[in-house]
């Protein structure tokens, strides 16, 4: 059976992929329309934000803190669908949409970066991936005027380091299980050679 540490790593692992593809995409695509651009941020929170529910409702050590998973997974998903069920609006003020939403997201991910060093000593990458997202959104609204390719490009740019930290979390995660699981066998021999039968003279 895969343990907690185990399940979590491939949950964030998922998700730095689905960033790191949307940066690509985004990057890839630079005549992409407003429009265009709404609907693709969209359907990115939406599906981060199942991922960041699905990965708090499985982590049964608790080794992430609910109360913020729970609340930057339902924001996700709440502004995937008002992004769906209202486009034209949130083209209308897009930057101030994805400003607020990343200076959201990055003080939850850092509340529970703060959780996880109780759990993986030295951690890192979820509180840089919280103070990045921070810094993406203060970035754009600050400068609120910024034409559509050059958001474009610290959109993509945003999302492809946020998913390299979460890949690089996701490897901690995993390094934490295969410690685990080690710890395990070796409790498991030294029980074996303590209840082993003494030889027959």
């Known amino acids: 059976m895969k343990s907690n540490f185990s399940r979590l790593g491939w949950m964030f692992l998922l998700r730095g992929i689905l960033a790191i593809l949307f940066g ?5 695509m630079p005549g992409l ?5 709404v609907y693709l941020f969209g359907a990115y929170v939406l599906v981060e934000g199942l991922f ?24 996700n998903i709440a502004v995937g669908v008002f992004t769906f069920l209202w486009p034209g609006l ?3 003020s897009l930057i101030i949409v994805i400003g607020v939403w990343a200076i ?11 959780r996880l060093r109780k759990v993986i000593e030295n951690e890192f990458w ?5 103070v990045l997202s921070v810094l993406a959104g203060v970035l754009l609204l600050v400068q609120p005027g910024t034409g559509a390719l050059a958001l474009l490009w610290v959109i993509a740019s945003y999302a492809i380091l946020f998913g390299g930290m979460m890949i690089g979390l996701a490897f901690r995660f995993f390094s934490r299980s295969r410690q685990e699981r080690e710890a395990d066998d070796g409790g498991n021999q030294r029980g074996n050679v303590t209840t082993a039968p003494p030889a027959a003279t």
């Open 90 to 92: 949130v083209a209308v």
């Open 104 to 114: 959201v997201t990055g003080v939850l991910e850092i509340v529970n970066a703060i």
């Open 24 to 28: 690509i995409v985004a990057f890839l």
């Open 52 to 75: 960041t529910l699905i990965s708090v409702f499985r982590d049964n050590a608790r080794t992430q803190s609910r109360l913020s998973g729970v609340l930057e997974g339902l924001l």
């Open 33 to 37: 329309t407003v429009e265009a651009l």
């Open 126 to 130: 979820m509180g840089l991936a919280g």
